[in-house]
């Protein structure tokens, strides 16, 4: 079953802007994760967010969380080229981790 | 850093064959997961397993079937390939209590 779902499905932006983009999710969670995943590899891990904070940063990466939109969004700020990649929210309910479906960011010289 | 390695980059089998893909994690991890990647689909949890010797169905786990014999490998088995199994399967891993995991690179297979 579908739980996190990525808004948009793709996005490109010029260097040196800022990237925003957004996962809904259905049920409570417990916290939520994004990832990267560039192009042919594997998932990298980059920051989680407990279900009692409302916002988190870790360098160029700011997320906020919304449990009573079910919502959170991941911005990347002073985007770079190395920043193209897939982006994907995960969320966990206490069962297990569901991944949605990736949001593809292409930067742009 | 946490290594997950998975043993072929690229496979190409025939249909009817028997495929096996192996993980390895080299960090006393407790927990294994296995995933396929499909374009539109993201991921999709095929098996997992919380300790050596067990095992507790994904979400598609019709088609394959999983072994973990040591801790730190988990292997993938697909009894008889059929072509709707092309795929990337990605193997991931992570500590008892922690949420964060530690995928592998990836194993893009092709069934003929």
């Known amino acids: 079953s579908q739980q996190g779902e990525e808004d948009p499905q793709a996005l490109s932006i010029q260097e040196g802007e800022n990237a925003t983009m957004n996962c809904s999710y259905k049920?409570?969670?417990?916290?939520l994760q994004w990832y990267r995943q560039n192009s042919g590899r594997g998932l990298v891990h980059l920051i989680l967010?407990?279900?009692?904070?409302r916002e988190k940063h870790s360098g160029r990466l700011r997320v906020t969380l919304d449990t009573s939109k079910k919502s959170s969004s991941l911005l990347i700020t002073a985007s770079r080229a190395a920043d193209t990649a897939s982006y994907f929210c995960?969320?966990?309910?206490?069962?297990?981790?569901?991944f949605g479906k990736g949001t593809r960011l292409h930067i742009l010289p | 850093d946490v290594k997950v390695t998975q043993s072929s980059r690229y496979l190409v089998k025939r249909t009817g064959e028997k495929v096996f893909l192996e993980c390895v994690q080299d960090?006393?991890?407790?927990?294994m997961f296995w995933y396929r990647q499909d374009p539109g689909l993201g991921l999709r949890l095929i098996y997992f397993?919380?300790?050596?010797?067990?095992?507790e169905k994904g979400d598609i786990p019709e088609g394959y079937s999983v072994s973990r014999e040591k801790k730190e490998r988990f292997s993938l088995i697909l009894e008889s390939a059929s072509t709707n199994q092309t795929s990337m399967y990605l193997c991931?891993?992570?500590?008892?209590?922690?949420?964060?995991?530690?995928f592998g690179p990836g194993t893009r297979l092709l069934v003929l």
């Open positions: 991931a891993s992570t500590p008892l209590g922690e949420e964060t995991q530690y």
């Open positions: 049920t409570s969670i417990n916290n």
């Open positions: 967010i407990r279900s009692n904070e």
């Open positions: 995960a969320t966990d309910a206490g069962d297990k981790i569901i």
């Open positions: 960090m006393d991890h407790e927990n």
């Open positions: 397993s919380y300790d050596v010797k067990m095992k």
